[in-house]
């Protein structure tokens, strides 16, 4: 089943320690990015990837860092969390070449105290 | 500066009747629009899209319009049906960057009661 995979699916953490969503797609997109959901903000681009090795800021970007070793994965690493950073977070991918629809995972639920 | 809006936070319509989803946009080179829809603790799903050179799409219970002199869309839902309960996102598409970036409104939720 062509899918984006996330996890965790929930996490409640502490200010201050380092943790790391994982992300994973098996639909061989060269397009991956980060959203977060937050209300009345609806969803904001943190970060993304163009291809293996290649990333950049999306709109929110502060306070977040990703790699793009592999094509299928896309973590998304909060090295100091703080409770700003507490929100609902989603991975998508796409083909490349003008494709425009994103494909989501279900998301990762982050509280962070 | 919120490129796509969707002012409407929630919307209420009775099982049967019409739901009219509302979105309005301010950079006139978006070129493609798409509704996604979203249920509660799973990701968003794409739902339908319009390319900027067209002014309506359909597809079954759903159609969206385009109106680009005034900068608006709309997501109609005919019969709307319980299962169309959910937060549905506006989302416009930039050519010029990222290839395409998606830029989300704030999202509307819909409730459809029996």
């Known amino acids: 089943e062509a899918q984006v995979t996330q996890n965790p699916r929930y996490l409640i953490t502490v200010t201050g320690k380092k943790l790391t969503v994982t992300c994973s797609q098996n639909?061989?997109?060269?397009?991956m990015s980060w959203y977060r959901q937050d209300p009345g903000l609806g969803l904001r681009q943190i970060y993304y990837?163009?291809?293996?090795?290649?990333?950049d800021k999306g709109d929110v970007p502060e306070g977040y860092k990703v790699s793009r070793k592999e094509k299928r994965n896309f973590p998304l690493i909060l090295e100091s969390p703080s409770p700003n950073q507490t929100s609902l977070y989603f991975c998508?991918?796409?083909?490349?070449?003008?494709?425009?629809?994103?494909?989501f995972g279900e998301g990762s639920r982050l509280t962070v105290l | 500066d919120q490129q796509v809006k969707q002012n409407s936070p929630s919307l209420s319509v009775q099982e049967g009747r019409i739901s009219i989803l509302n979105c309005d946009y301010t950079?006139?080179?978006?070129?493609?629009f798409l509704w996604y829809k979203k249920y509660p603790a799973e990701g968003p799903t794409f739902l339908i899209s319009i390319s900027s050179i067209k002014d309506k799409n359909e597809d079954g219970r759903f159609t969206v319009f385009l109106n680009k002199s005034a900068k608006h869309l709309s997501l109609h839902i005919v019969p709307s049906q319980p299962g169309d309960s959910a937060v549905y996102f506006c989302a416009a598409s930039d050519p010029y960057n990222q290839g395409g970036k998606l830029i989300f409104g704030q999202g509307t939720e819909l409730s459809v009661k029996p």
């Open positions: 990837s163009m291809n293996v090795e290649v990333t």
């Open positions: 639909m061989n997109h060269e397009y």
């Open positions: 998508a991918s796409k083909p490349s070449g003008g494709y425009r629809e994103l494909f």
């Open positions: 950079n006139s080179m978006f070129d493609y």
